[in-house]
């Protein structure tokens, strides 16, 4: 296949099912479910969960990446303030693309949790708990989608992370949590992304006191407006190029930002200590 056929098909598509009488469209979604239509004609086959993960392998990221990601994790937790309060950082990634592809990229083995569209083999046909021998593709390729973001469900993702639902499936996203009792609290996200379609997530951070920097591609004069646009109205802290090397701009920045989180961290909390605290006990003398 063309890759770009594809996506000129798939740029296509909203105007294609609104001329056939469709009306409310997700547009993040059409490119999935195109890859579905491909598979289904045959076009793609043997496309299988376990295929785009090895495919993942394949990704090519920017300068100094996933490297980065372990160097400013270690560059933290090396200093020994952060360490006495056992401060740590943590990398997730959200995304509009796919799962499988992420987990077997280069990135993976640095990452807590990815929040992408995913794909599934199985089909759960009418009286399904009697024919379990019909659930899986005879010829094992993805055939419906099983979980999908868009850029407003990436906020979920957030908020996920910062109640901690990640790490304990038994609270519930939508639990009223105290602000104090969040295991991630938004101050505390740095949150890196690269267009428009991050505006909603760039706004929930910002809001809550968290950090939000937009990174756009070395030489690309759209990709550089476009973010500037985003600095100018405010939407993120700071913007450069998606370059992670040591002593790039970006990096710097970016390992400015976590250590300032984690000295107001280390701050907040032992003024909280002597708070709590209070005047030590003196003798009381008698004139």
């Known amino acids: 296949m063309d890759e770009a056929d594809f996506w000129r098909e798939v740029d296509g598509l909203d105007e294609f099912y609104r001329s056939h009488g469709s009306r409310l469209i997700q547009r993040d979604h059409l490119y999935l479910n195109h890859i579905l239509t491909y598979v289904r004609e045959g076009r793609m086959p043997g496309l299988s969960n ?11 990221f920017y300068t100094g990446m996933p490297d980065f990601l372990e160097l ?3 560059t ?3 200093e020994p303030r952060f360490a006495e309060h056992q401060i740590q950082v943590e990398h997730y990634v959200v995304s509009t693309g796919l799962r499988e592809m992420i987990l077997g990229s280069a990135v993976a083995p640095q990452l807590e949790h990815v929040w992408a569209c995913e794909f599934t083999e199985l089909v759960a046909p009418p009286g399904y708990a009697s024919v379990q021998d019909q659930l899986f593709s005879p010829e094992g390729e993805i055939r419906q989608l099983i979980y999908t973001i868009d850029n407003t469900s990436k906020t979920r993702a957030l ?18 949590i105290a602000p104090e009792d969040r295991r991630v609290p938004f101050q505390n996200m740095i949150y890196v992304a690269d267009g428009p379609s991050d505006v909603p997530v760039f706004s929930v951070v910002e809001a809550n006191g968290g950090r939000t920097y937009a990174v756009y591609r070395p030489g690309s004069q759209g990709e550089f407006d476009q973010a500037a646009r985003l600095l100018e109205q405010d939407r993120v802290d700071a ?9 790039s701009h970006t990096a710097m920045w970016l390992t400015h930002a976590a250590e300032a989180i984690a000295n107001r961290i280390v701050r907040d909390r032992e003024e909280a200590l002597n708070e709590r605290m209070g005047l030590p006990p003196r003798h009381v003398g008698e004139d």
């Open 72 to 74: 400013i994790r270690k």
């Open 159 to 176: 908020f996920e992370v910062n109640k901690g639902t990640n790490k304990n499936p038994s609270i519930d996203v939508n639990a009223k």
């Open 239 to 247: 913007f450069g190029e998606a370059d992670y090397s040591d002593g």
């Open 50 to 60: 376990a295929l785009l993960r090895e495919l993942g392998s394949e990704i090519e």
């Open 76 to 78: 933290v937790e090396a």
